[in-house]
């Protein structure tokens, strides 16, 4: 077996409402509890994006989907089974007030599990906000799992499969499969591992574009006390969106930092790369990866870094103060001008005022700056009370 069979080849999202199980489940398939942040412990629910991965396997002896597992050995044959490929998974927050770090979460991956707890009505209301955050964010390819499987009887099982057919129906996710399952216990999960398989494509990689990372954690891995001349420079950790990034590139991270009254980008150079607990000499698009850089640690503190955009230094991206862009909203309400927005771009959140509209194009300044492309979508949302609530998409002129 290759190293490189063992790096993650496709990154797939775990969204759905609060509590419905998306931490179990993903502990279940990668051995790793998500919720590691010292807040996330205390209240018991996902604050930030947690990561991790698993390598699925089949037994060439063993038939339809009990063939696949997370083991290296099959527990029928006790064989060796073969290797499949290792995704990479994203764990979003499914509370409300937090839908803003589940959408940036969203531009990184590129499929998702939809987890819907069986023993609930369906649907939950961040349940359909997950929904629509995938259908905005351009996510097609959608496994729905009906967790919990095990709390409810036959009857009742069936009666929340056709409350979830109906709830799809006419949405991106209206031909997905649907897998009932309990991620307590595992059964079933060789079920989705093999619709992972037929469902989630690892996604194509052209080498020779320039690589584009989207940041989404920083992170000061030093420990107090210890000597300037023996620190460690900031982590930051993210996904390829294109391109192939390589130790000792020598990259800019955008839009840096503010000075005063300017941006000012910070230099740096790709010191290692860590992908999936393995130190390779360059990354491709597929997985979440985090890289040591030369930057100084002051600015991996608190995720400093998160929403930023990490690019070669000979080939930097354009960082917009102001942003056009075509919009479509779900409500078919239309933006007024002077009106505040909550925008999500690749894996940054900004606020903007909408300085002009006219005919489904709307132009914002934006209270924090990004770095982006033209053609990209965004997510809108728009002030509901006290709380922010996704509202619709455009795509920058």
Partial sequence: MKKDDLLPKVTIGMVGHIDHGKTTLLQKLTGKWADTHSEEMKRGITIKLGYASCTIYKCPKCKDFS??????????????????????FVDAPGHEALMATMLSGA???????????????????????????????????????QNKADLVNDAEL?????????????????????????????????????AIEEFIPSPKINKTDAPIMLVARSFDINKPGKEISELNGTIIGGSLKQGVLKKNDEIIILPGFKEKNEWIPINARVESINYSNSIVDEVFPGGSFGISTSI??????????SGSVACLKKKPLNVFFSLEFNYSMSDESDLKLNELLLLNIWAAKTTGIIKSVKKGVASVDLSLPVACMKNERIAISRKAGNRWKLAGWGEII
């Fill in 67 to 88: 063939a696949y597992s997370i083991s290296k050995k099959c527990m029928t044959h006790s064989s060796d089974n073969e290797v499949l490929r290792t995704i990479s």
């Fill in 107 to 145: 531009s990184m991956i590129h499929g998702a599990i939809l987890v819907i707890a069986a023993n609930e009505p369906c649907p939950q209301q961040q349940t359909k906000d997950h929904l629509n955050a995938l259908e905005i964010t351009g996510i097609k390819k959608i496994i729905i799992v």
């Fill in 158 to 194: 069936e009666k929340n499969y056709e409350q979830i057919k109906a709830f799809i129906k006419g949405t991106v996710a209206e031909n997905a499969p649907i897998i009932p399952l309990s991620g307590q216990s595992g059964a079933n999960v060789d079920a989705l591992l093999m």
């Fill in 296 to 305: 100084d640690p002051y600015f991996g503190k608190n995720d400093k870094l």
